[in-house]
């Protein structure tokens, strides 16, 4: 017996409720959660309450099982057969932004031949989701997870562009920004707008009173052209913590609905096709005064939990950690202790 055995009996019965459970593909999903639910519940319970949490997460799983094509079903099963495909001597990988490199997607699918003689297996497209207009740090201030760039395509033909990676051996990574969204965002839209759920995305205070608390142990990320971590909004009528720009606002990890609604975002970019994604900023997600709010243990809790999610989900995606730290520290992002190989299986 275990502490959680009865909310995980619980959720394993809402999912057996939600998936067809005549099919193949959602009897995988229940041996997978069967093999990972405890790895999933004790990541959650490591910032989070499972009670709560979990019947919600479940209900994003199993819409998104619904959602997922059967070719990358398929794809979930060869994975699960062959888990160390990234970490084989032959794997060689290529990154790039496609729009220096082919100009857009449909430029791409004509590149594939080249990758292919060049023994590429691993291609990493630089930020290809849609940021904020004007200054957007590089591609990292987006504006809207589940669109692209317009230039480069649409979603609909990122699913194309990875189906035909995939015939051709190589395998798909994007960069998904999990501390801070655009202040566009629709998320920051409506807190502006005053919608008390969403105000509490975010990390916004009336008054400069705990801002300076924060302010005492934290560095400057761009100390001279984004000075402090804080910045007020007079639409929102606050201070909102923005640790690399004004127009990066820090989303609120320590609420469970924001990580559900990433755990969503993380599973519509598995169901386009994406086989890894490079979690940027995640030293920064969580927030705990009196310190430099990076590297918490409440980063590699969430980290797992996510990291769980996503194996049970679509076996097929891999995540590598943005540490920012010094290599003695990396293998946390992997996972060390009770954590070992359950956070990230790539780092750097």
């Given at each position: 017996m275990t502490e959680f055995d009865a909310e995980l009996a619980a959720a394993k019965n809402q999912l057996?409720?939600?998936?067809?459970?005549?099919?193949?593909?959602?009897?995988?999903?229940?041996?997978?959660?069967?093999?990972?639910?405890?790895?999933?519940?004790?990541?959650?319970?490591?910032a989070y309450s499972v009670e709560q949490i979990l019947p919600e997460l479940v209900k994003v799983m199993a819409a998104n099982h619904t959602a997922r094509d059967a070719q990358l079903h398929q794809r979930d099963r060869e994975r699960v057969l062959e888990p160390d495909w990234f970490q084989k001597p032959s794997t060689i990988g290529y990154v790039c932004y496609t729009d220096l490199f082919a100009k857009d997607l449909t430029?791409?699918?004509?590149?594939?031949?080249?990758?292919?003689?060049?023994?590429?297996?691993?291609?990493?497209?630089?930020?290809?989701?849609?940021?904020?207009?004007?200054?957007?740090?590089?591609?990292?201030?987006?504006?809207?997870y589940r669109a692209l760039r317009e230039d480069l395509g649409t979603m609909a033909q990122l699913r194309q562009t990875a189906e035909q990676l995939h015939e051709a051996g190589i395998s798909l990574t994007l960069d998904l920004v999990l501390n801070h969204v655009a202040l566009e965002h629709e998320w920051a839209l409506k807190a502006k707008a005053g919608d008390a759920k969403y105000r509490d995305y975010f990390y916004i205070y009336p008054d400069r009173h705990m801002p300076d608390q924060y302010e005492q142990s934290l560095p400057e990320v761009f100390p001279d052209f984004a000075p402090g971590n804080f910045t007020?909004?007079?639409?929102?009528?606050?201070?909102?913590?923005?640790?690399?720009?004004?127009?990066?606002?820090?989303?609120n990890w320590s609420n469970p609905s924001v990580f559900c609604e990433y755990a969503d975002i993380v599973a519509n970019l598995a169901n386009h096709g994406v086989d890894c994604l490079r979690l940027d900023a995640i030293a920064f997600i969580w927030k705990r005064l009196g310190t430099n709010c990076q590297n918490q243990d409440e980063v590699h809790a969430i980290t797992q939990a996510l990291r769980t999610f996503a194996r049970i989900l679509a076996p097929a995606l891999i995540f590598k950690a943005e540490a920012i730290v010094g290599p003695a520290q990396v293998g946390a992002y992997l996972g060390e202790g009770s954590r070992s190989g359950k956070v990230s299986d790539l780092a750097y």
């Open positions: 057996q409720t939600l998936v067809d459970t005549k099919s193949r593909a959602a009897q995988d999903l229940l041996d997978r959660f069967d093999r990972w639910g405890e790895d999933l519940v004790s990541g959650l319970s490591g430029g791409l699918t004509g590149q594939i031949d080249y990758l292919k003689n060049l023994g590429i297996s691993y291609l990493h497209l630089m930020p290809i989701l849609k940021p904020r207009p004007g200054a957007n740090d590089g591609g990292y201030a987006v504006m809207d007020w909004d007079d639409q929102v009528g606050g201070w909102v913590w923005t640790t690399f720009n004004s127009y990066q606002w820090d989303v």
